[in-house]
């Protein structure tokens, strides 16, 4: 059975950190794209993080600059988002994805933000509250 399972959610106060993680079951990484998407209640899914499995080419969305790490694991098999200096708008559902990295999937810039990307975790809840 194919699985992508995240972890390491939960509540955190404004400017504390998280550190997320992707594994695969089931599936390869290594020269695919591994993508970071939040979706907060009401709003379109977005994309917060790329990478070119493990150590290509990086992604960023703006607002998380400086602030936000992704990494890769080959022999885990896993992904990592590293998230410090946490805001409230920062709060929502975080899930990984894979997308082939000869295609778009992650690094275009398409209206819908999760296009090309196929194998999706169930994502881990992430709030930063006071």
């Known amino acids: 059975q194919l699985q992508f399972v995240e972890s390491g959610g939960g509540l955190v106060q404004p400017g504390g950190s998280l550190k997320l993680s992707c594994t695969s079951s089931g599936f390869r990484l290594d020269s695919y794209r591994v993508g970071w998407f939040r979706q907060a209640p009401g709003k379109e899914r977005e994309r917060v993080a790329c990478i070119n499995f493990p150590r290509g080419s990086i992604f960023y969305l703006d607002s998380v600059k400086g602030r936000f790490a992704i990494s890769g694991d080959n022999a885990k098999k896993t992904a990592y988002l590293h998230m410090s200096n946490l805001k409230p708008e920062d709060t929502g559902t975080y899930y990984c994805?894979?997308?082939?990295?000869?295609?778009?999937?992650?690094?275009?810039?398409?209206?819908?933000?999760?296009?090309?990307?196929?194998?999706w975790g169930r994502g881990t809840p992430v709030t930063i509250s006071t």
């Open positions: 994805a894979r997308g082939l990295r000869s295609g778009y999937g992650c690094f275009g810039d398409w209206d819908d933000q999760t296009y090309g990307m196929e194998y």
